[in-house]
Nanobody, 115 residues
């Protein structure tokens, strides 16, 4: 079955950086568009990034554009999210998913931006 395991979260100061990873199994990763989502306390799930199966086409909402970079290594079945210039509002649980609604997602990794 589909399994997605995120890692790399943690506590970081404003302006800092983190790189998240997501290891996928149970489906053909190299043929799948992949997505990052996040959910802050008391808020709905928010789309963060989309990346095409080959990694050529990548999209972001305005809230993270220019600060976050999604990438993938199909040989390792791994999705990445490089997050720079982190802000307090970036605090959330971050999930990778294989569908556009984020329903098929992993358990998430906590990112906390705090001074």
């Amino acid at each position: 079955q589909v399994q997605l395991v995120e890692s790399g979260g943690g506590l970081v100061q404003p302006g800092g950086s983190l790189k998240l990873s997501c290891v996928a199994s149970g489906f053909t990763f190299s043929r799948s568009w992949m997505y990052w989502f996040r959910q802050a306390p008391g808020k709905p799930l928010e789309w963060v990034s989309s990346i095409s199966d080959g990694g050529v086409t990548v999209s972001y909402p305005d809230s993270v554009k220019g600060r976050f970079t999604a990438s993938r290594d199909n040989a390792k079945n791994t999705l990445y999210l490089q997050m720079n210039s982190l802000k307090f509002d970036d605090t959330a649980i971050y999930y990778c998913a294989k569908d556009t609604r984020g329903e098929a997602r992993g358990q998430g990794t906590q990112v906390t931006v705090s001074s």
